[in-house]
């Protein structure tokens, strides 16, 4: 069954037919998988062409998880890309403030120095959340406990629902869904949201028509709800329809963020012998002429090769670059695909294969920042040291974020928070897997990888602080 076996099948088809076009069959449907060689070509197709929402639509079923308004509207990636990417910066104090004080609402409080249990996915889960949730709905929203449970749960239910129709066919579908409690979860936390930020959408819309508001880069408005307000036009610009563009955005980040904090944490638990040369990392940011400021995330060259480290081993899905096919188009090689194919590469096995990765079976945290260094050294980066072997950089063989201009707008976000949440754990925690057991493995269900949600692990505080 797909299900059970997608990452085998999808590795042997690789193995066999690297260079080649090939078909799997899923128990809802059937996908193409195309070989590296088309890539550059697949992803500067336009949308009327090859359509990468709708193929996310088509894999989240759209119209069971209310996932289709990415078909009618572009707003939840407009916004990233135009508003929130450009204005990190400005926003870093803010969520340096919000970690702060989510740590001290759900970080288990200890003034010893013995350890304790805890379950990484639950607490970090939370702390993503309202990391997400200080930049979409600012600070007045982000602590409030309905926006956080939807902004976490609504995922959690949408992935329940998506799991179990999968195994089903299509024509299923429409009986099946009435009976799944996930299903009817999903619809409520969508309606919560509507009525938790309906009346402050409202309120901004009618300001913002008559002329008496706009937003300023301020701590109350520096935040995807009020940009939304701002930007929407035409079909997009109601509360309701903004209410839901933020759950979805509250989808795209924080299990995907989630899932890299709990994976670099367990990298990091397994291979200790990084832990120093980060903690020194982020003292000589600390004690540099500028001191610790918005732009240090960007300097800890050696934590950010970790996190791509990391998502190389265990990204979210071993499928990327999906796209529905809205017209027939033949590519330069001579191969045909028809209107409503629905294709993709097999990105995890591309970016593992021997070919692009040496020993890619070895966790190397400082892999991309060597890669960094040498190309510093032949001129080939800015003095910043940015370049195309960052964590939030994409390549012809690094696709966990997707790849040309459908990529991940919110890469850069994500970046930031895990970086900052790594920071404080760096310098003020130690942790250790339960006695006698090792790294937890990944499990995988369709093409996705999950951490497993009730997964314990031990922490204790030890002497150091946190730069912020
Ligand atoms: C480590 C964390 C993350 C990973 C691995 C990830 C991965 C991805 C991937 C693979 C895509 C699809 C690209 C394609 O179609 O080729 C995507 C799209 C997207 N992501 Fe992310 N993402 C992450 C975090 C975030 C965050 C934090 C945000 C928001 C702040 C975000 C917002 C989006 C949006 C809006 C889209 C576009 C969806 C569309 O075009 O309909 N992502 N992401």
Same mark, same amino acid.
């Given at each position: /069954?797909?299900?059970?076996?997608?990452?085998?099948?999808?590795?042997?088809?690789?193995?066999?037919?690297?260079?080649?076009?090939?078909?799997?069959? *899923?128990?809802?449907?059937?996908?193409?998988?195309?070989?590296?060689?088309?890539?550059?070509?697949?992803?500067?197709?336009?949308?009327?062409?090859?359509?990468?929402?709708?193929?996310?639509?088509?894999?989240?079923?759209?119209?069971?998880?209310? +996932?289709?308004?990415?078909?009618?509207?572009?707003?939840?990636?407009?916004?990233?890309?135009?508003?929130?990417?450009?204005?990190?910066?400005?926003?870093?104090?803010?969520?340096?403030?919000?970690?702060?004080?989510?740590?001290?609402?759900?970080?288990?409080?200890?003034?010893?120095?013995?350890?304790?249990?805890? @379950?990484?996915? @639950?607490?970090?889960?939370? +702390?993503?959340?309202?990391?997400?949730?200080?930049?979409?709905?600012?600070?007045?929203?982000?602590?409030?406990?309905?926006?956080?449970?939807?902004?976490? %749960?609504?995922?959690?239910?949408?992935?329940?629902?998506?799991?179990?129709? *999968?195994?089903?066919?299509?024509?299923?579908?429409?009986?099946? #869904?009435?009976?799944?409690?996930?299903?009817?979860?999903?619809?409520?936390?969508?309606?919560?949201?509507?009525?938790?930020?309906?009346?402050?959408?409202? %309120?901004?819309?009618?300001?913002?028509?008559?002329?008496?508001?706009?937003?300023? &880069?301020?701590?109350?408005?520096? %935040?995807?709800?009020?940009?939304?307000?701002?930007?929407?036009?035409?079909?997009?610009?109601?509360? &309701?329809?903004?209410?839901?563009?933020?759950?979805?955005?509250?989808?795209?980040?924080?299990?995907?963020?989630?899932?890299?904090?709990?994976?670099?944490?367990?990298?990091?638990?397994?291979? !200790?012998?990084?832990?120093?040369?980060?903690?020194?990392?982020?003292?000589?940011?600390?004690?540099?002429?500028?001191?610790?400021?918005?732009?240090?995330?960007?300097?800890?060259?050696?934590? &950010?090769?970790?996190?791509?480290?990391?998502?190389?081993?265990?990204?979210?899905?071993?499928?990327?670059?999906?796209?529905?096919?809205?017209?027939?188009?033949?590519?330069?090689?001579?191969?045909?695909?028809?209107?409503?194919?629905?294709?993709?590469?097999?990105?995890?096995? +591309?970016?593992?294969?021997?070919?692009?990765?040496?020993?890619?079976?070895?966790? &190397?945290?400082? *892999?991309?920042?060597?890669?960094?260094?040498?190309?510093?050294?032949?001129?080939?980066?800015?003095?910043?040291?940015?370049?195309?072997?960052?964590?939030?950089?994409?390549?012809?063989?690094?696709?966990?974020?997707?790849?040309? =201009?459908?990529?991940?707008?919110?890469? #850069?976000?994500?970046?930031?928070? +895990? =970086? /900052?949440?790594?920071?404080?754990?760096?310098?003020?925690?130690?942790?250790?897997?339960?006695?006698?057991?090792?790294? !937890?493995?990944?499990?995988?269900?369709?093409?996705?990888?999950?951490?497993?949600?009730?997964?314990?692990?031990?922490?204790?505080?030890?002497?150091?602080?946190?730069?912020?």
């Amino acid at each position: /069954m797909f299900a059970g076996k997608a990452a085998n099948l999808i590795e042997e088809g690789y193995q066999k037919f690297k260079s080649k076009t090939y078909q799997l069959i *899923r128990q809802d449907s059937s996908i193409v998988v195309l070989p590296l060689s088309l890539l550059d070509e697949l992803s500067s197709l336009p949308a009327k062409v090859a359509s990468p929402n709708s193929a996310l639509e088509h894999d989240l079923l759209g119209n069971y998880t209310g +996932i289709n308004l990415i078909l009618e509207s572009r707003l939840h990636h407009s916004i990233i890309q135009r508003k929130l990417t450009p204005r990190l910066e400005v926003i870093t104090p803010y969520l340096e403030e919000e970690l702060a004080s989510a740590f001290k609402d759900l970080f288990l409080e200890c003034d010893d120095s013995d350890w304790h249990e805890f @379950q990484p996915y @639950q607490i970090f889960g939370r +702390i993503s959340a309202r990391l997400t949730a200080r930049a979409l709905v600012g600070r007045d929203l982000c602590r409030d406990p309905t926006w956080n449970n939807i902004s976490f %749960n609504y995922t959690e239910n949408l992935f329940r629902t998506i799991v179990i129709l *999968r195994l089903f066919p299509p024509w299923l579908h429409p009986f099946l #869904f009435y009976i799944l409690p996930s299903y009817w979860n999903g619809r409520s936390y969508l309606k919560s949201a509507k009525a938790l930020l309906g009346p402050k959408l409202h %309120n901004f819309i009618t300001r913002n028509d008559n002329g008496s508001w706009t937003t300023e &880069d301020s701590e109350g408005e520096s %935040n995807v709800l009020a940009w939304l307000a701002e930007l929407a036009k035409g079909t997009d610009r109601n509360p &309701d329809t903004l209410a839901h563009v933020e759950v979805l955005l509250a989808l795209a980040s924080v299990h995907t963020t989630l899932l890299r904090m709990v994976n670099v944490l367990y990298d990091l638990t397994a291979n !200790p012998q990084y832990l120093e040369e980060l903690q020194l990392e982020i003292q000589r940011e600390t004690e540099s002429k500028e001191g610790w400021n918005n732009n240090s995330y960007s300097k800890l060259h050696k934590l &950010d090769s970790v996190l791509r480290e990391s998502q190389r081993m265990s990204p979210p899905t071993t499928l990327g670059l999906k796209r529905l096919f809205k017209q027939s188009h033949t590519f330069s090689n001579g191969l045909y695909v028809s209107e409503g194919t629905y294709v993709c590469l097999p990105t995890f096995a +591309i970016e593992n294969d021997p070919e692009h990765t040496e020993n890619p079976e070895s966790f &190397d945290g400082l *892999r991309a920042y060597r890669q960094k260094q040498q190309e510093s050294l032949s001129g080939g980066v800015t003095a910043s040291g940015a370049g195309k072997h960052d964590f939030s950089s994409v390549g012809r063989t690094v696709l966990s974020f997707g790849y040309g =201009k459908a990529s991940c707008p919110g890469r #850069f976000f994500a970046a930031l928070i +895990i =970086k /900052m949440l790594f920071v404080k754990l760096l310098t003020e925690y130690e942790f250790s897997f339960l006695p006698n057991t090792k790294r !937890p493995k990944n499990l995988m269900l369709h093409e996705f990888l999950f951490c497993w949600p009730w997964q314990k692990m031990l922490f204790r505080k030890k002497v150091g602080g946190c730069p912020f």
